[in-house]
């Protein structure tokens, strides 16, 4: 059989058949061959030409060919071919063997292929240390994939001690020589000064270098610069556009970064539908954070029909595979008892997970149930443990719960000081409880000396971020002039906007207003309505009002039974 060699000495295109133009350079004289006369790098040549047209079967029988003349590039094509399963069963061991012969002739391509089998286990035992010998003298020699290898196990501590500056160092090398993902770790370090002087605009230069490289991470990591303006001017655009060539590629993270800008309409039309499809196309790749978004837009019918129970499944997946964010939401729907059937025990079970897993919110509703003997037997100083770990986080809700258990000497002993800094914490870190309560602190003197006019200054605070109890506590402070002007106006507006929220005392409060013409005109009508609202709740004061009320015939007509009732509850 004939075979034709492109005469360009430069380019070494191999054809079973003459061409009439060679399709990597363009000539027009061919050489033919017998199959003597073919070199190993003729069958290589075939070799890859067979592997970009998906003929797995020839590309075998290329580089076996190859392979047979010992050459090295041939040993380790056809390596690959063992490792992979390409043309045939995969077999690791085999594929090892080759690599080791290939690296036997000094081929820094197949000692680099040996030293990530043994990094991963691949065919042999893993062995760091012969890994690290693998990759220190590939990036020795000057190949850069060696160099990107022996940086990720600086940076893993895989087999020597971890060294961010020896990690960046070699990142740098196969950067340089236009290693892709080199480009994109070397961007990583540079953006967040990782064993190497943070430069953010050196950063966005490595990543587009890398993304210019169709390199997916580099891509996604561009996008993320555009979206958040690191190093670049900010541009949703210019991000979207990112994302979606590194989603192209079936970039998991890019999937989900687009979907998210699906979403909520940023640099793109907002199209629930598309966001679902992308954040189920990083589930089906098992993406923990694609499983968790795909979940919630289950649960939420965001995309698509809502279905609690499929919410369930893919936050099961992803708990299964360690993700806190799923066991969180798994166990969440645990406890509330939709999408799977209502167990406190499951709920408590996947708390926990999550807990362990040092997510705030899971260690907060764990500690929520152990307080409460929710699915778990109560154990106030486990609560208290576990409310701790999440305020170490800096955790607003962990934080004021840290606070409120020195408050009221939850798991731990009542410590007024201590609960006044606990309180402070959770507010400055965004807690619109805190807020209240450490204005609670500040009206009673309790833990700080007294100060009306700090109370008044927390709740307003808590209250414009629509903290009820906030709302309720200013308008206490306008009633009764303490911290602020004295104005009955100002009071029933915050009884208002506290009682709109469900807030029973803020009822009974601007129920009576009603009832005395306080801020407002006198509407008894109106004060039985919000007596009433807050009777219904089972408000003691709001019952006792109704009872009041019936008793005497105020706002509503004189009823001795409907008097006894209300004060009988």
């Known amino acids: ?51 970009d047209e998906k003929r ?55 000692l680099t292929n040996l030293g990530y089998c043994y990094t991963y286990g691949i065919g042999v035992e893993t062995d760091y240390d012969k890994a690290l010998k693998c990759f220190q003298k ?65 950063a966005v230069k490595w990543y587009l270098a890398a993304a210019e490289n169709d390199n997916a991470p580099g891509q996604c990591c561009l996008g993320f610069c555009y979206e958040s303006g690191r190093g670049v001017e900010q541009s949703w655009e ?29 640099g793109v039309e907002q199209d629930y539908g598309k966001a679902a499809e992308l954040y189920r196309a990083a589930a089906d790749r098992e993406y923990p954070r694609g499983l968790l978004c795909i979940g919630l837009c289950y649960e939420r019918g965001r995309g698509v029909p809502m279905d609690k129970a499929a919410a369930a499944e893919w936050y099961r997946k992803g708990a299964e595979m360690e993700d806190e964010d799923c066991a969180c939401c798994l166990g969440y729907l645990y406890e509330i008892g939709e999408g799977v059937e209502q167990s406190w025990e499951e709920a408590v079970a996947w708390y926990r997970r999550a807990a362990d897993l040092d997510l705030p919110r899971g260690q907060c509703n764990l500690a929520w149930c152990l307080e409460n003997g929710r699915g778990v037997e109560q154990d106030l100083a486990e609560a208290f443990r576990w409310y701790q770990r999440a305020a170490d986080q800096g955790d607003p809700r962990g934080l004021f719960s840290v606070a409120r258990a020195y408050d009221y000497g939850r798991g731990v002993e009542q410590n007024a000081e201590e609960a006044v800094k606990w309180y402070l914490a959770a507010a400055e870190a965004g ?60 009071a029933v507006s915050w009884y208002g906007a506290a009682a709109q929220q469900g807030l029973t005392r803020a009822m009974c409060n601007l129920g009576w207003c009603y009832e005395y013409g306080k801020g407002v ?47 009988r509850k």
């Not at 995969?90 to 000094?106: G, I, N, R, S």
């Not at 450490?438 to 209250?463: P, S, T």
């Not at 509407?523 to 408000?539: P, T």
């Open 138 to 202: 590939g990036a020795e020699q000057g190949f850069p994939r060696a160099q990107f290898l022996l940086a990720e196990a600086y940076r893993r501590g895989s087999g020597v001690e971890p060294d961010e500056a020896e990690a960046a160092k070699w990142y740098q090398s196969a950067a340089w020589l236009g290693y892709p993902g080199a480009q994109t770790e070397l961007g990583r370090c540079l953006e967040f000064g990782t064993g190497i002087q943070a430069d953010l605009e050196q």
């Open 1 to 51: 059989m004939d075979y034709y060699r492109c005469e360009n000495p430069d380019c070494g295109f191999v054809a079973e058949e003459e061409p009439d133009v060679c399709p990597r350079c363009g000539g027009t004289f061919f050489a033919a061959l017998t199959e003597d006369e073919m070199t190993a790098s003729d069958w290589v040549s075939m070799g890859n030409q067979a592997v």
């Open 56 to 110: 797995e079967t020839d590309a075998l029988a290329c580089y076996q060919r190859a392979a047979a003349l010992n050459d090295p590039l041939g040993l380790t094509n056809l390596g690959w071919c063992l490792e992979a399963g390409v043309g045939v069963p995969a077999d690791p061991k085999q594929a090892v063997m080759l690599y080791a012969q290939a690296a036997e002739q000094e081929y820094m391509p197949a």
């Open 431 to 490: 807690s619109t409880p805190a807020m209240c309560d450490l204005g609670v602190c500040y009206e009673r003197g309790e833990g700080v000396e007294q100060d009306f006019a700090k109370a008044a200054e927390l709740y307003r605070k808590a209250a414009e971020a629509g903290n009820a109890p906030g709302q309720c506590n200013l308008g206490y402070l306008y009633e009764i002039g303490q911290g602020v002007e004295q104005s009955w106006k100002e």
């Open 238 to 266: 210019e991000a979207v556009r990112w994302y979606r060539k590194a989603a192209g590629r079936n970039y998991p993270r890019a999937m989900c970064n687009l979907a998210w800008c699906y979403e909520y309409g940023k």
């Open 521 to 567: 005109e006198r509407n008894l009508a109106r004060a039985v309505h919000w007596y009433h609202k807050a009777a219904e709740k089972e408000d003691p004061r709001g019952m006792f009002c109704m009872g009041v009320c019936c008793k005497r015939g105020i706002g509503v007509e004189q009823e001795w039974e409907a008097a006894v009732h209300w004060y």
